[in-house]
């Protein structure tokens, strides 16, 4: 995938830790950033928080209207969208949903509308934004999107020395096993080949892991019987570098993950848990399964945070390092 389109970023949480994060970031990189910038947000809260935290940053506001049919230079543009607040941070609550939910509005119809290629987005708390109605913010994207390429979104957390994809993602672990099918792992698995084979022109070894302890289970069948070798052997015919199942408790020792590129998991703790401890931040999440990339910092508001100038940048800045490898 070529950047040859500008990136579009969503604030997110307005009560979160992002806007000093991106500050940061796009300062830092201000000399790597070859393309257009379009951030869609609050520029009243931008203001308030950089004023309090003593930093600026620089931009031009668009009409979202106009923004189509203007040609874009290389620099950071805003499309300001309002919201109401007394201080600059506070404590996160239901008030940012229509706000957030606003955002996410314009920046998919300019993807819908081939604008852009990437879509980035600030952290989001999913309680108070999604209300239980999407299980994360992957699905709501995926459905809030007019076209797709795959049936079901596909998670993916990135690092360049290997990633991790949760087959299911934000279900309740009662339920994983009903949602083990063959032909389900079998897409999930492609779309993670299609990334590697599009952005980096490289088949990748692909690994993926059982369900029950030791991939054994007391049963006359279980789910890796029954689905997740029969996948494996369709996508060996296929022609896509894939072996498993693999147990899950001793996966992640050096010696294993090293002969890898991704691994992918039945369910989200399964290989998340694991990823996170041996890269914390230094990752980020991607959606795949649509015809633009879906890229967020690999963390969540961090209200804790707010307004101490001390956060961690790692993730966001590992954003923008994808950006740059892909080709």
């Known amino acids: 995938m070529k950047i040859k389109k500008p990136i579009v970023i969503i604030l997110g949480e307005p009560n979160s830790v992002f806007v000093e994060i991106l500050t940061k970031v796009l300062k830092k990189l201000?000399?790597?950033?070859?393309?257009?910038?379009?951030?869609?947000?609050?520029?009243?809260?931008?203001?308030?928080?950089?004023?309090?935290?003593?930093?600026?940053?620089?931009f031009e506001i668009i009409d979202k209207n106009l923004i189509k049919n203007v040609e874009l230079k290389n620099k950071i543009y805003l499309i300001d969208i309002e919201y109401a607040f007394k201080k600059p941070f506070d404590k996160i609550s239901t008030k940012s949903k229509t706000y957030i939910s606003t955002c996410f509005k314009e920046a998919i119809k300019l993807m819908n509308n081939n604008f852009s290629n990437i879509l980035i987005n600030g952290p989001i708390s999913k309680k108070h934004f999604l209300s239980k109605k999407y299980p994360g913010v992957t699905e709501y994207v995926f459905d809030k999107s007019k076209i797709k390429i795959s049936k079901k979104p596909v998670m993916l957390l990135f690092n360049k020395k290997f990633s991790v994809s949760p087959y299911t993602t934000h279900i309740p672990v009662k339920n994983i096993y009903k949602e083990i099918y063959v032909k389900k792992i079998v897409n999930h698995v492609i779309e993670i080949n299609k990334f590697y084979n599009t952005n980096f022109k490289f088949r990748p070894r692909i690994a993926i892991l059982g369900l029950n302890p030791h991939c054994e289970s007391k049963t006359m069948s279980n789910e890796e019987d029954l689905s997740i070798r029969p996948a494996v052997k369709i996508l060996k015919k296929n022609n896509i570098k894939v072996s498993g199942p693999h147990p899950a408790d001793t996966f992640f020792i050096k010696e294993n993950i090293s002969k890898y590129d991704s691994i992918v998991g039945m369910y989200h703790d399964q290989v998340l848990t694991p990823f996170k401890t041996i890269f914390e931040f230094d990752a980020c999440n991607i959606t795949l399964g649509l015809p633009f990339l879906r890229l967020s910092v690999d963390h969540g508001p961090n209200n804790s945070m707010m307004g101490k100038n001390k956060s961690n940048t790692e993730s966001l800045e590992n954003i923008f390092k994808l950006i740059r490898l892909i080709k």
């Open 30 to 58: 201000k000399n790597k950033i070859n393309y257009p910038v379009v951030i869609i947000g609050s520029k009243k809260i931008i203001l308030s928080q950089l004023k309090l935290l003593k930093k600026k940053l620089v």
